[in-house]
């Protein structure tokens, strides 16, 4: 496991994240397609909290685009570096989840976040952060739509409903399984809100998550139990 190193000059108040927040968010790119799904590889990140013992594990899982097969994983625990501020988690994730995809033999392809991307109150969730930092292709896939509203998606799988901020569409509710509750899948970085869908889709075969949050979701709670347990004297 990767000890997380906090980047100089980490912003540690509301104020400064804010600020990088508007300075990066531009950055974003909106306009690539993004590899097609199905293909090379793809990875899930995802991080787990000890709030009491001030840690944070993230974890790091590659699959195999084509088959779902993971093909390598890895993991980072540190201190958590900033305060709870709804619309800022970011500030307190990224530096574990990007020593867990530095700590990964191989790269990462398509990065799938369990959280947001565009679908965030300032246009900048986690999915957006990460890839402006990385330049990596990335989605966000939520349990919850936050804030935005959206109208119900028919029942089958696949079927899917704006996800909107006013008149603007954030990203869409998708039906991954039929007669169960959507995700919520918005565009991170370098990949269209199509491509991001139909990567959720193929990514979900049998369970309302994609493969690869189900992964990492397990991967960073194993880690987190491991790291936290009492040790065992000799």
């Known amino acids: 496991m990767t000890t997380v190193r906090v980047p100089a000059g980490w912003p540690a108040t509301e104020e400064r994240a804010l600020a990088v927040q508007d300075e990066l968010r531009g950055r974003v790119v909106l306009d690539e397609p993004g590899p097609p799904p199905g293909t090379g590889r793809v990875t899930g990140v995802d991080v787990a909290y000890d709030d009491g013992r001030d840690v944070v594990v993230a974890a790091a899982v590659v699959l195999d685009a084509a088959t779902l097969d993971v093909v390598a994983a890895s993991t980072a625990v540190g201190r958590v570096p900033f305060p709870y501020v709804p619309g800022l988690l970011a500030f307190r994730e990224l530096p574990a989840v990007l020593a867990a995809l530095e700590a990964l033999p191989c790269a990462p392809g398509l990065v799938v976040c369990d959280g947001y991307g565009l679908a965030h109150p ?10 402006v930092l990385t330049g990596l292709p990335t989605i966000g896939v939520a349990k919850n739509p936050f804030t935005f509203t ?43 809100l199509d491509a991001a869908c139909a990567h959720t889709l193929h990514l979900a075969p049998r369970f309302r998550l994609p493969e690869t949050t189900r992964h990492a979701d397990a991967l960073c709670r194993r880690a987190l139990k491991e790291t936290t347990a009492p040790r065992q004297e000799s």
Request: proline fraction near 8%; aromatic fraction near 4%.
């Open 122 to 131: 300032r246009r900048f969730g986690l999915a957006s952060h990460l890839g």
């Open 150 to 192: 959206h109208e119900e998606p028919d029942a089958p799988r696949g079927s899917a409903a704006p996800l909107c901020a006013g008149e603007e569409e954030v990203g869409r509710a998708l039906r991954t399984r039929a007669g169960t509750k959507p995700v919520f899948v918005s565009v991170g970085h370098r990949v269209t």
